[in-house]
């Protein structure tokens, strides 16, 4: 099957840093991609990782480890404005991309 | 440039009755893709076209469903015989083309509720 895993909710302090984990079984693996949504707004692109290690962009990273078939997205200095769902996405079979359910990060003061 | 497009933006039908949903993608973009996200749930993918073709329709939810894309532009999707469960966010998404490292920009969706 196709699948992929993570936490449907996390919380965490403005300022802080936190990771969200993600781990697949896909058919056949391509790359992770990450992506974020606000509420009632459009997904967009934030990171992909097509192999080990990590990529960062500004206060966001990706990690990706293909033999434990995991990923996680860190965010530092978290800001109330990074309260949002976000989704890991990979391609598997035909499907362009197939995403997980989501988490839902709320950041609090 | 501009991004992609949905309409409408909102829809409210009733049940048993057709609905169109139109995309209009990245000026340049070969491929489009939809999604259904119902409330507070992930993206499901529905069919990916590639130009004016669409390699696998099993995506699809039913035999009700159906999409098509014109001039490897412009995409609709069609829901026959509206049913309750139908209702949800339709997204369409484009890239530049169908490799896998290419990022898929979405549009903001069209809001289907179906009394």
């Known amino acids: 099957g196709q699948s992929l895993e993570q936490p449907s909710e996390v919380t965490a302090v403005e300022g802080a840093i936190v990771q969200i984990n993600c781990t697949y079984q896909?058919?056949?693996?391509?790359?992770l991609s990450w992506y974020q949504q606000h509420d009632g707004g459009a997904p967009t692109f934030l990171s992909y990782?097509?192999?080990?290690g990590l990529e960062e962009t500004g206060r966001f990273s990706s990690f990706l480890s293909r033999s434990d078939s995991y990923g996680y997205l860190l965010l530092q200095e978290l800001q109330m404005k990074d309260s949002a769902s976000y989704f890991c996405?990979?391609?598997?079979?035909?499907?362009?991309?197939?995403f997980g359910k989501g988490t839902r990060l709320s950041v609090i003061a | 440039g501009a991004g992609v497009s949905q309409s409408p933006s909102n829809k409210v039908t009733e049940k048993g009755k057709d609905v169109e949903l139109r995309c209009d993608p990245i000026?340049?973009?070969?491929?489009l893709y939809w999604y259904r996200q119902s409330l507070g749930q992930g993206l499901e993918f529905l069919i990916y076209?590639?130009?004016?073709?669409?390699?696998?329709k099993s995506g699809l939810p039913s035999d009700r469903f159906s999409a098509e894309r014109t001039g490897g532009s412009v995409s609709t999707l069609t829901i026959q015989r509206t049913q309750q469960e139908d209702s949800a966010v339709y997204l369409c998404?484009?890239?530049?083309?169908?490799?896998?490292?290419?990022?898929?920009?979405f549009g903001p969706g069209t809001r289907l509720t179906v009394l």
């Open positions: 076209f590639q130009g004016n073709s669409a390699p696998d």
């Open positions: 996405a990979a391609p598997s079979g035909n499907t362009p991309l197939v």
């Open positions: 998404a484009s890239s530049k083309s169908r490799g896998h490292t290419d990022t898929q920009y």
């Open positions: 896909t058919s056949g693996f391509y790359g």
């Open positions: 990782n097509a192999l080990d």
């Open positions: 000026s340049g973009h070969t491929a």
